[in-house]
Nanobody
Framework: QVQLVESGGGLVQPGGSLRLSCAAS????????IGWFRQAPGKEREGVSC????????WYTDSVKGRFTISRDNAKNTVYLEMNSLKPEDTAVYYC????????????????????WGQGTLVTVSS
């Protein structure tokens, strides 16, 4: 069964850090670009970051540049999202997702058509 499973969410104070994990099963992540998305209450889902399959190059939405870092460990079949200097506006459910034929640009722009989504992990930034 092909699936992605996120973990690592939780409650953190403003300025704190969390590391989210996206573990794949049923397929090998090496060949896939992986995107991270988030959806806050009452808001549309937005692309946060993406890492390519070929050279590990990364894309970030402007609001997280300099604070979030995406990385992959192919040996563990896992992609990570390191989140630092967290702000209350980062509060959301975070999802990872992919499509077998998409590069990062397509994953972020055409996210409605992605093949595999995780169940999400809740990040709450609050004092």
């Amino acid at each position: 069964q092909v699936q992605l499973v996120e973990s690592g969410g939780g409650l953190v104070q403003p300025g704190g850090s969390l590391r989210l994990s996206c573990a794949a099963s049923g397929f090998t992540l090496d060949y896939y670009a992986i995107g991270w998305f988030r959806q806050a209450p009452g808001k549309e889902r937005e692309g946060v970051s993406c890492i390519s399959s070929s050279d590990g190059s990364a894309w970030y939405t402007d609001s997280v540049k300099g604070r979030f870092t995406i990385s992959r460990d192919n040996a563990k079949n896992t992609v990570y999202l390191e989140m630092n200097s967290l702000k209350p506006e980062d509060t959301a459910v975070y999802y990872c997702a992919t499509h077998s034929a998409y590069v990062c640009y397509d994953i972020i722009v055409d996210h409605r058509y992605l093949e595999v989504w995780g169940q999400g992990t809740l990040v709450t930034v609050s004092s």
